[in-house]
DNA sequence: CACACCGATATTGTCAACAATATTGTGCAG
DNA sequence: CTGCACAATATTGTTGACAATATCGGTGTG
């Protein structure tokens, strides 16, 4: 509470406003949504709000019930897991089709990209390196040109942002996917959809042990 | 138009009318869909009306242009490609759990409906073959458990439901289909979840080549 | 003391009217 | 005859108020 919700202003579109405000955590899990609050903070009159809501709604990150309104969803450990075996079919796909129609310009970046990956796990530098981590996958869905795929792994994204968060705090994390990045990369750059494919996959099955683990040892940061 | 809306009355909340009436086919692709006239249409407020029109939007069935209004999306050839790309991976998904957990009771089940689909198809049986096609799906869906999967396998499936009919009502393709099918069920059976993805994944490849085959030879029924 | 009933409150769902915007048709100049 | 400015129209986007519904607190009774 207590934001007066100062910079959407005009400038982007309220339903990204209040999906940054989620995705950021300003919005914690099972917090209620009230349209009319929502509406003060944001500036925007209810109809807007409702609309941007039924939107998040379909984008899975909120979830509505008939009359008794709006909460943030809460995923759980199992629906991460979920998300995580839809990724790693997806992300596969989409590799495979990076591999097919890479071009050699993209080959110089992706490797680029590998290198610079190698040294920020190399400098400890984890914020960097989470940061590249995303752009590899954006660059390999977006080389792939598979848009509906595309589409629909954006959405999963946001839904988990949170588990994947905790994902890359944890120590010792990034000497395990990294290796498994750089498969994938070399997997594309050798116009190899079947190794790209089996590299992502491998990595996100990776991810999914390591969800399980986190879980194990340290349960949520903040129980719902 | 001149349909007067009679069936939705009180019973299905609209945005399920609309949804079953450009699945149909009463509302044809890029036919524009202007709010007043589907208030009047569907006895619906206007506000009814635009929020349904939201929702359809999210689930890639309109498409919507700032101050231009909805009509219905015309899934081209390549997007149905795309659709069917990704529907091959994630019922590949879906396949491989299965697999998994299938108990004694569902492998008959499975059986069962895999002897009334060589039924159908030795009787020529189109119609009944392609309800038994999507009961398969859907089972196989529901059986893996994978809500993910089958939550996005559901929408795709509205988008692209007009490539389908028109393969199911192709010449000759139930006989390419249904060995396809029982190679499903048979890995689904057998607790072979590698070999039950591969099958799902070689069926839809196959529906990809026929999309591209039917395209060649009669291009759309009803021109953009 | 527990439990069902009932009214008050909060919140969503709906409606009708108004403003903003894009499209279309018309008239005029070149 | 063609191209452009401009008004008329059609349609969407927004606002505010109203009705429907669920939740919460109190009250009475077994």
């Known amino acids: 509470m207590a934001e007066d919700g100062a910079r959407d202003g005009a400038g982007l579109p309220l339903v990204e406003a209040i999906r940054e405000a989620i995705i950021r955590g300003d919005f914690v899990p099972n917090q209620r949504l009230v349209e009319a609050d929502l509406s003060t903070q944001f500036a925007a009159s209810r109809a807007s709000v409702r609309s941007a809501l039924l939107e998040l709604t379909n984008e899975g990150l909120v979830e509505r019930i008939q009359h008794r309104g709006a909460r943030v969803r809460a995923v759980s450990l ?3 897991i979920e998300i995580s075996e839809v990724r790693m079919v997806l992300e596969g796909l989409c ?3 990076a591999a097919e129609c890479v071009t050699g310009e993209e080959v110089l970046e992706f490797q680029s990209l590998g290198a ?3 040294k920020a796990v190399a400098d400890g530098d984890l914020l ?3 940061s590249l981590n995303q752009q590899l996958h954006r660059r390999v869905r977006e080389i792939g ?3 509906t795929a595309s589409r629909v792994l954006e959405r999963l ?3 988990n942002v949170r588990h994947q968060f905790r994902l890359a705090m944890q120590p010792g994390r990034p000497s395990v996917s990294l290796p498994e990045h750089l498969a994938i990369i070399d997997g594309i ?3 190899d959809p079947e190794a790209a494919e089996r590299a992502a996959r491998a ?3 990776s991810v999914i042990v390591a969800l399980q683990e986190v879980d194990r040892t340290g349960p949520p940061p903040r129980g719902a």
């Open 95 to 97: 590799a495979a089709k």
């Open 145 to 147: 040109g598979q848009q």
């Open 189 to 191: 750059c050798a116009h």
């Open 203 to 205: 990595h996100l099955r």
């Open 157 to 159: 994204r946001g839904q």
């Open 128 to 130: 960097g390196y989470s």
């Open 116 to 118: 610079s990956m190698r």
């Open 78 to 80: 199992a629906e991460a």
